[in-house]
């Protein structure tokens, strides 16, 4: 599975942007999603995730109200939608595709894609 995230920006605070990974090969529809951000200085953290089913999700509550992750497998899509973005939101955000558990654990992840930024000015 090869994973490609796009649509990241640079936001006011407040504002609202959604970012789309896109998956091409085989079998995507089986595996869960998650996107995980990293700013400078800091380790990877987990934002959302949703099974394969796109029935489940799991939010970080730093991010819980305020984005909502969603997918379409007729087109191979998981997408994050941001609403009301605050300035700590800033970060590499990425992708990352699995079948193997533990939804917000970065290692049970085999499959990333690169990342899109994502800036929040005041």
């Known amino acids: 599975v090869q994973l490609q995230a796009s649509g990241g920006g640079l936001v006011q605070a407040g504002g609202s942007l959604k970012l789309s990974c896109t998956a091409s090969?085989?079998?995507?529809?089986?595996?869960?999603v998650g996107w995980f951000r990293q700013a400078p200085g800091t380790g990877r953290e987990f934002v959302a995730a949703v099974m394969w089913d796109g029935l489940t999700t799991d939010y970080a509550d730093s991010v819980k109200g305020r984005f909502t992750i969603s997918r379409d497998n007729r087109k191979n899509t998981v997408y994050l939608q941001t609403n009301s973005l605050k300035l700590e939101d800033t970060a590499v955000y990425s992708c990352?595709?699995?079948?193997?558990?533990?939804?917000?654990?970065?290692?049970?992840?085999?499959?990333w894609g690169q990342g899109t930024q994502v800036t929040v000015s005041s």
């Open positions: 990352a595709a699995q079948n193997a558990g533990n939804l917000r654990s970065p290692e049970r992840y085999g499959y």
């Open positions: 090969g085989r079998s995507f529809r089986s595996y869960s």
